[in-house]
């Protein structure tokens, strides 16, 4: 199986501040690589998708980049309403694997 | 618009069984694979099992491997998830999602809780 070590699990940051997300595949998955949000008590919700394509309707304050084993997610300007849980997760084979999660607070 | 809905959660003995049900809108399961996942509480989300209706493929976790089936209902574009033997650590929140292109796990259903307890 892959697996899927993401950093960090929790950070907090003040609204307008830059956050940024790491994931790292034990190994090459091309770019096979989704992120997702899950704010409490909702499903996920895809918002980056083959690393690096934003998802129709998703704000442009997000972004995704990296390939092979190594990938970022990125939060241009935090906003009070992206308080939330965020996930990679790697879709070059079967089982599908996701990242432990990082819990992103507002300060 | 694509929507799937969870149902049959609920509280179950260890060693019983439950049949969930996810019936889907906005798109055919035969064009589309289906996934369930699962998160339990307070931790993070677990792919469970695949669904290629038109293949009639499954595949599975292996922590539910023999004991969990995935079906699906082509006529009325319904996934179900058959858990048998159930066990304490099989208790969780659990998501039926579909495989769209570009290999995008989207929508989700809202989930259905299952509680696994004596």
């Known amino acids: 199986d892959i697996q899927m070590t993401q950093s960090p699990s929790s950070l907090s940051a003040s609204v307008g501040d830059r956050v940024t997300i790491t994931c790292q595949a034990s190994q090459d998955i091309y770019n096979h690589l989704n992120w997702y949000q899950q704010k409490a008590g909702k499903a996920p919700k895809l918002l980056i998708y083959d690393a690096s394509n934003l998802e129709i309707g998703v704000p442009s304050r997000f972004s995704g980049s990296g390939s092979g084993t190594d990938f970022t997610f990125s939060i241009s300007s935090l906003q009070p309403e992206d308080l939330a849980t965020y996930y990679c997760q790697q879709y070059r084979s079967l089982p599908i694997t996701l990242g432990q999660g990082t819990r992103l607070e507002i300060k | 618009e694509v929507q799937l809905v969870e149902s049959g959660g609920g509280l179950v003995q260890p060693g019983g069984s439950l049949r969930l049900t996810c019936a889907t809108s906005?798109?055919?399961?035969?064009?589309?694979?289906t996934h369930w996942f699962r998160q339990p509480p307070g931790q993070g989300l677990v792919w469970v099992a695949r669904?290629?209706?038109?293949?009639?493929?499954?595949a599975y976790a292996d922590s539910v491997k023999g004991r969990f089936t995935v079906s699906g209902d082509t006529a009325t574009n319904t996934v179900y998830l058959q858990m048998d033997s159930l066990r304490t650590d099989d208790t969780a929140v659990y998501y039926c999602?579909?495989?769209?292109?570009?290999?995008?796990?989207?929508?989700w259903g809202p989930g259905t809780l299952v509680t696994v307890s004596s």
């Open positions: 906005g798109f055919t399961i035969i064009t589309h694979w």
């Open positions: 999602a579909r495989d769209a292109p570009h290999r995008r796990i989207d929508p």
């Open positions: 669904l290629d209706a038109d293949g009639s493929d499954t």
